[in-house]
T-cell receptor
Framework: DAGVIQSPRHEVTEMGQEVTLRCKPISGHDYLFWYRQTMMRGLELLIYFNNNVPIDDSGMPEDRFSAKMPNASFSTLKIQPSEPRDSAVYFC????????????FGPGTRLTVT | DAKTTQPNSMESNEEEPVHLPCNHSTISGTDYIHWYRQLPSQGPEYVIHGLTSNVNNRMASLAIAEDRKSSTLILHRATLRDAAVYYCILRVVSNAGGTSYGKLTFGQGTILTVHP
């Protein structure tokens, strides 16, 4: 298996632009997570899906952020409009059991908003 | 969220054992202890987890105190590739949308430096 796949690996955009980050979980995994990592706040859980349904989005910072999972093999995290403080590394992870056993993380997307 | 306390950094020499401590004095009976590590420029990687008994796998061992208020991750022979940030995390059962699930909350972790 190729593991969790994220794209793009790097994204540089200007403030106010829409940004879409993509994730392909490991085949057969029913749980998907989006995390954000910054130096100041560390690694934060943004949202968690189970069987394509968002279960806990309490970590989503504000309405500018939205996440979807239209099918079991694809998820997106969208920021509209983007702001410089959104600059971070965004990780997607998936799991095949109760979500907090072994989570498999993707390589991350480094987002820079200028 | 239940909290863990880890040293900010530790150092080791290659091929020596490393003991990474973690305190979790507010742990509850249903909380699992998880360890992840993050190598430079990579996503976190699962290392090991346990509830009450000591655990071993191919990567490491986890020693859990009898009162469960502390634990130690043991790398038996450190290599240069083990240099990473090690996170000790409590799996806490959370409820959202009518569903119970185990939530992992990452702290700042311990930066492990391995010297040749």
């Amino acid at each position: 298996d190729a593991g969790v796949i994220q794209s793009p690996r790097h994204e540089v955009t200007e403030m106010g632009q829409e940004v879409t980050l993509r994730c392909k979980p490991i085949s057969g995994h029913d749980y998907l997570f989006w995390y954000r990592q910054t130096m100041m706040r560390g690694l934060e859980l943004l949202i968690y899906f189970n069987n394509n349904v968002p279960i806990d989005d309490s970590g989503m910072p504000e309405d500018r952020f939205s996440a979807k999972m239209p099918n079991a093999s694809f998820s997106t995290l969208k920021i509209q409009p983007s702001e410089p403080r959104d600059s971070a590394v965004y990780f997607c992870a998936s799991s095949d059991r109760d979500p907090s056993y072994e989570q498999y993380f993707g390589p991350g997307t480094r987002l820079t908003v200028t | 969220d239940a909290k863990t306390t880890q040293p900010n950094s530790m150092e080791s020499n290659e091929e020596e054992p490393v003991h990474l401590p973690c305190n979790h004095s507010t742990i509850s009976g249903t909380d699992y202890i998880h360890w992840y590590r993050q190598l430079p420029s990579q996503g976190p990687e699962y290392v090991i987890h346990g509830l009450t008994s000591n655990v071993n796998n191919r990567m490491a061992s986890l020693a859990i105190a009898e009162d469960r208020k502390s634990s130690t991750l043991i790398l038996h022979r450190a290599t240069l590739r083990d240099a990473a940030v090690y996170y000790c995390i409590l799996r806490v059962v959370s409820n959202a949308g009518g569903t119970s699930y185990g939530k992992l909350t990452f702290g700042q972790g311990t930066i492990l430096t391995v010297h040749p």
